[in-house]
């Protein structure tokens, strides 16, 4: 018997070893191969498929990053779906003698694992509904950042810093979120500056309005606005309101740059910045009284 012979000899013996009964039906080695490599299939065509759709096919007709990746994880929940229904349907395990076994496995996984379910079922809410999307600005409590990534159980928001959280997705349901650019990325922001009693507030709105315009990354439409919010214990306080794109995911960067442009212009127009400042009045009366009581 040759080296062939040999192998083939081998592989009908361990081929279809059998590993246990599951009603009628014998579960082998064999079966276990073949549902191995099928779900191994089933979950590496289905990846395969959303990178396609998303990375060739949604580009080409100008279709927003967000919902490229909502339809393309949808697909590959229904493609994973109607796999593992085949797999199912031609494995040849008899499944409804194992009903009993599924529905106790149930009751555990309810009971064991709730959170993975709730953010499972949170993730699909979240693709259908999309309150949020990939590429979205958002703030969830102290967190602040660009969402990279939302999968089944979990999103992946990247800070500036360029540090990635993993949050889970039932957060961004049960809990407050805000978007900054659930409806476009062309948001309103808001810098707070005072001056001094002794400048004029129409020079100030003209100086804060002309550093608001020099800037590239503030938008010229809707154009800047220069509010005078309010008479201050020290300071005439103005609100400069400015629009911007560019800067929708970086509002720390956009504030330093007016910021340093506004000390600039006011120190070139000698607008005086103020400070605290207290008056004290004292009486004579009780200067004297002060004094006799000390006699």
């Known amino acids: 018997m040759n080296t062939y012979e040999k192998v083939l000899e081998w592989l009908k013996i361990y081929w279809n070893i059998e590993l246990f009964q599951v009603g009628s039906s014998p579960f082998t080695t064999r079966t276990l191969i073949l549902l191995l490599i099928s779900l191994f299939l089933v979950f590496y065509i289905s990846a395969k498929i959303k990178h396609f759709l ?54 555990g996984i309810g009971f064991g694992l709730q959170n993975i379910t709730n953010n499972f079922i949170s993730g699909i809410i979240i693709l259908f509904e999309r309150p949020i999307k990939v590429g979205d600005r958002i703030e969830l409590d102290d967190l602040a950042g660009n969402i990279v990534d939302i999968s089944a159980r979990a999103t992946t928001v990247l800070t500036n810093d360029n540090i990635a959280v993993i949050v889970p997705n039932s957060d961004f349901i049960n809990m407050r979120v805000i978007n900054w650019s659930h409806n476009d990325k062309n948001v309103r922001l808001r810098f707070p500056v005072g001056v001094s009693y002794n400048e004029d507030p129409e020079i100030i709105r003209k100086l804060l309005t002309e550093v608001a315009d020099n800037n590239p990354g503030v938008l010229k439409t809707p154009e800047p606005q220069v509010l005078f919010d309010s008479y201050g214990d020290s300071s005439l306080n103005f609100n400069l309101l400015v629009w911007t794109e560019e800067y929708f995911d970086r509002p720390q960067i956009l504030k330093s740059e007016l910021y340093y442009a506004i000390f600039r212009k006011f120190k070139e127009n000698n607008i005086e910045i103020p400070f605290p400042q207290r008056d004290i009045h004292i009486k004579a009366g009780s200067l004297l009284k002060s004094a006799e009581n000390e006699k």
Do not use: H, K, N, W
């Open 54 to 107: 998303v990375r060739r096919v949604f580009p080409r007709y100008g279709i927003d990053i967000g919902i490229s990746q909502a339809i393309a994880t949808i697909i590959r929940y229904a493609v994973l779906i109607l796999g593992l229904y085949i797999i199912i349907e031609t494995s040849g395990i008899d499944l409804s003698a194992i009903g009993l076994l599924i529905g106790a496995l149930g009751v």
